[in-house]
């Protein structure tokens, strides 16, 4: 793998990343598992892998296709599932170190609009994600965002991140977050990065 040529674009739209039995299985987990929402999406809910065993091992799941697609050699780091709610939107923002190479994945979603549509940004582009699609961007370079989902509080559209690092690059020596002390020890670095 260390002679494939890395991956030069920002970000790509890759195809079929996720069966639809088990998009069924994560987003059926979910639903049952409501947490509250996060700073970045305040009406929506959220989890962390180091709150899931389930979502520990999806990030494992993916690595391979991950190295494929990228042409990197890549450190599983986190996942991250959010269910968004109507009226939800995603800030404009770039992603933290341990975040360097991303998948956004769509998985289930139930809209009142059977037409409706709605984007994940990447930059001023929309890219609408089928489920079981997915983009791969390098999270900490490029602003990515979601517009407001304009449908009712009772429609949802839940969505998949998975996070790595390269393991030939500057955050490499981050841990897994598989736990809250390794999510710690990684915002640690970062913010020694960033107040450096």
Known sequence: MDSLIPMEEKYKYVKNMLSQDLINFL??????????????????????????????????????MMELQTKLKLKPIYSYNRVYYGGSELKKHKDRPSCEISASIALNYNYENLNYKWPLCMGDTPLVIKPGDGVIYKGAEIDHWRPVFNEPKTSWHHQLFVHYVDTNGPFKDYEVEDSFVNLNQNLKRESKIKNS
Request: aromatic content about 8%.
């Open 27 to 64: 987003t059926s987990f979910s639903l049952k598992n409501i947490r509250p929402g996060d700073r970045m999406a305040p009406t929506s809910s959220a989890m962390h892998s180091a709150n899931s065993e389930i979502y520990t091992h999806i990030i494992y799941h993916l690595h391979p």
